[in-house]
Nanobody
Framework: VQLQASGGGLVQAGGSLRLSCAAS????????MGWYRQAPGKKRELVAT??????SDYTDSVKGRFTISSDNESAWYLQMNSLKPEDTAVYYC??????????????WGQGTQVTVSS
């Protein structure tokens, strides 16, 4: 499975960006898709997830501002509104599915930089 993230950039506080993630290869069975982010000097943080059934979840700091959506297992998006400087980070898309036994296979895209200026 290959994941390609795009859509990052520089935006002023209060602005919006839309991140996209395109999955290719053997994508059958991907059942959770989402986005992590990592700011300088901080741990990678789970931002939002969406299941193949359409259920979404968000970290508290982005609730009401970010929206995750998907076309299907091949593409998903993160609409980011009312951006704040603290949203500045490298954003990574990811996906997972059941692996062998009780394991989960996790796949990562390359990061895309989001910078929010004050």
């Amino acid at each position: 499975v290959q994941l390609q993230a795009s859509g990052g950039g520089l935006v002023q506080a209060g602005g919006s960006l839309r991140l996209s993630c395109a999955a290719s290869g053997s994508i059958f069975g991907l059942d959770v898709m989402g986005w992590y982010r990592q700011a300088p000097g901080k741990k990678r943080e789970l931002v939002a997830t969406i299941t193949s059934g359409g259920r979404s979840d968000y970290t508290d700091s982005v609730k009401g501002r970010f929206t995750i959506s998907s076309d299907n297992e091949s593409a998903w998006y993160l609409q980011m509104n009312s951006l704040k400087p603290e949203d500045t980070a490298v954003y990574y898309c990811y996906a997972e599915r059941r692996g062998k036994g009780w394991t989960r296979d996790i796949y990562w895209g390359q990061g895309t930089q989001v910078t929010v200026s004050s």
